[in-house]
């Protein structure tokens, strides 16, 4: 299935999973679907495996954690976060790093102040390699941290090799 990206998300300085200057960092990507999900690409590094040639548990929980957080930000503005009261995931297979990583995360119901969320990995043939869950209260970042958006660099930023749309 092709989906038409619609927006990109901002990215920051030194954020784990978005900071495009932490060099431990996973430099990731968040694209905005036209079916309202939200996708993360990301490659990951030999510093992020476990098991030799394979992406450790911990980080694999952290992308699909934040990817699902972020879905909140396409119904919202930038400045909406989903803050994470409870997180689940099912490793179903193991994720390589040796190739581009696609995270898909969604909204699946909505209260006035949470909402809960899902998401999988998704190996490079479209196989699904975890599935993740959780509930998530919606927050200002200026409420969950002293957030400089100057300083701290949150903005979108235009990289050569954005894609247009995504093949599912």
């Given at each position: 299935m092709r989906l038409n990206i619609t927006k990109k998300q901002p990215n920051s300085r030194m954020c784990f999973v978005c900071g495009l200057n932490n060099g431990f960092g996973l430099k990731s990507r968040f694209f905005e679907l036209e079916d309202e999900r939200?996708?993360?690409?990301?490659?990951p590094a030999q510093e992020h495996?476990?098991?030799?040639?394979?992406?450790?548990?911990g980080i694999a929980a952290t992308i699909l954690d934040e990817t699902i957080g972020r879905a909140i930000?396409?119904?919202y503005s930038d400045n909406i976060w989903g803050v994470t009261v409870d997180f689940s995931m099912k490793l179903r297979k193991p994720v390589p790093i040796d190739e581009e990583i696609r995270v898909l995360g969604?909204?699946?119901s909505e209260g006035k102040r949470s909402f809960q969320g899902e998401g999988e990995i998704l190996l490079a043939d479209?196989?699904?390699?975890?599935?993740g869950k959780g509930t998530y209260l919606k927050m200002d970042i200026d409420k969950i941290a002293d957030f400089d958006h100057q300083g701290?660099?949150?903005?979108?930023?235009?990289l050569h090799d954005d894609p247009s749309f995504i093949i599912i």
């Open positions: 939200l996708i993360a690409l990301f490659r495996q476990g098991y030799p040639g394979r992406l450790h548990g930000m396409l119904r969604r909204i699946v479209g196989t699904v390699a975890v599935e701290e660099d949150w903005r979108v930023i235009s």
